[in-house]
Nanobody
């Protein structure tokens, strides 16, 4: 499994960014895929998750309504559209893949995923 994130950068508060995660894996409809983030000195935090089929999206309550997770079937890519960005959103954002079948909601915990990308830095200036 290989996950490659892109799309991070520097943006002003209130702006938008779209992160991409290119997934190289033998994936099936029930594999969960997620975005997490980690700010300096803090634990890795759940952002959003989706099943490989594109269904079953779940979000962190603090980001619900601002962030949207989606999948491009043709490109084997998972996206995270981030709107209304705040300085507190500054972090390294990681893509994660669960190499197993998830029949309930995609997990919201770090241990729920078996493979991780290298991360992409998002910096939001005030």
């Amino acid at each position: 499994v290989q996950l490659v994130e892109s799309g991070g950068g520097l943006v002003q508060a209130g702006g938008s960014l779209r992160l991409s995660c290119a997934v190289s894996a033998r994936a099936f409809d029930n594999n969960p895929v997620a975005w997490f983030r980690q700010a300096p000195g803090k634990e890795r935090e759940f952002v959003a998750a989706i099943r490989w089929s594109g269904s079953g999206t779940v979000y962190s309550e603090s980001m619900k309504g601002r962030f949207i997770i989606s999948r491009d079937n043709a490109q084997n890519t998972i996206y995270l559209q981030m709107n209304g960005l705040k300085p507190d959103d500054t972090a390294v954002y990681y893509c994660a893949f669960g190499d197993y079948f998830s029949y309930g909601e995609p997990p919201r915990i770090v241990n729920g995923y078996t493979d991780w990308g290298q991360g992409t830095q998002v910096t939001v200036s005030s």
